[in-house]
């Protein structure tokens, strides 16, 4: 089987534990006001690529995982090609390789046909990655474009699971960096028995050369990389390791 690819990173260090080769599909629904990614919007772009060639090139760098290291699957949005993800997965722990998925969860739905698929790729996924853009519902639709609402069902489905998940929440200086979000955050969190880490990942502007690139404005060109202080305090709030 086939998936559409943006492009390949084979010693990601910061995208699930030890060392990763990570795999950014194309295609995206999101439009994020600081997506690092843009390149990966387009549903047709991309390369076509089966998921055999990918674990073929993915076993060449086995010997640097360690014993945490594996694949990762990132985006884009990894779930809108799900079936592709399965067939990846499934293939690659038939290899002894562990799986992550870093996800936004924006195509998760509890309609019974999709939860079909979902759990099956839940069979063969060992950890997922889970970006929450904003707690709040109106903001996430500011931000992002999309509700949040299916989003933060995809936590609590994965919790009743028991899927190990990380949350990841980017912070941004007049979006997300406020003490009543993070704090709200932090409830949903703690209703949570599964998340095993909570990263807060610094709001950065080093893609506006990419949108300069590709001839799209950039959203956030008048906000700041927040301080230090301000990244101690989420982190305090938000209880990130």
Not at 71 to 87: A, M, N, R, Y
Not at 132 to 151: A, E, F, P, R, S
Request: glycine letters at 8%; charged letters at 25%.
């Amino acid at each position: 089987m086939e998936g559409r690819i943006s492009q390949i990173e084979t010693f990601g260090s910061v995208d699930g534990p030890g060392i990763r080769f990570v795999i950014f599909t194309q295609g995206c629904k999101f439009r994020c006001k600081y997506c690092h990614n843009p390149e990966t919007w387009n549903l047709n772009g991309g390369e076509l690529v089966s998921s055999d060639e990918l674990l073929n090139k993915a076993l060449r760098y086995k010997a640097y995982w360690g014993k945490e290291g594996g694949i990762t699957v990132s985006g884009g949005e990894p779930l809108l090609q799900i079936d592709f993800l399965i067939d990846l997965f499934k293939k690659a722990k038939n290899l002894g390789i562990n799986t992550c998925l870093d996800t936004s969860g924006g195509p998760f739905s509890l309609d019974k046909n999709y939860l079909v698929k979902f759990d099956e790729l839940l069979k063969y996924t060992d950890l997922i990655l889970l970006d929450i853009k904003h707690i709040n519902d109106q903001k996430h639709i500011d931000l992002t474009g999309k509700t949040n609402k299916n989003i933060l069902e995809l936590a609590k489905y994965l919790d009743s699971k028991n899927i190990p998940v990380w949350i990841r929440h980017v912070l941004v200086p007049t979006i997300t960096d406020y003490d009543e979000y993070l704090i709200e955050l932090r409830k949903f969190i703690d209703t949570l028995s599964n998340v095993k880490k909570v990263e807060v990942l610094p709001y950065h502007n080093l893609q506006i050369i990419k949108y300069n690139d590709l001839k799209i404005k950039y959203p956030l060109e008048d906000v700041d990389i927040p301080t230090e202080e301000r990244i101690e305090n989420a982190k305090k709030i938000l209880g990130a390791n």
